[in-house]
């Protein structure tokens, strides 16, 4: 199961907590954050290999929302699994 947890640590810079994903899914994210203009600062760690807990590090622009950058980038991420999905099916045709 999927969890989010967003915690303000100072102004601009968030720690977002995600439980039951790891490094696939985090690199996907940072792949999408890094090209994202009212990001800064992106990384991500597990915490541990044998736990799945995923820790996003974002530093954003002045005035820039968490919330609309997480919708717009997790959008963008929705259409490319898609993208990728459809190349395999129509593969194996």
Known sequence: ?????AVIMMYHVYKILVEGENYTLGNVIMFFFRKNYSIVYSNY???HPMREVLILSITLKKGVKIKKVLKKSLKI???????IIKIIVEGDK
């Open 77 to 83: 991420i929705k259409m490319f699994l898609k993208m």
């Open 45 to 47: 760690e597990v915490l």
């Open 1 to 5: 199961m999927l969890f989010l947890k």
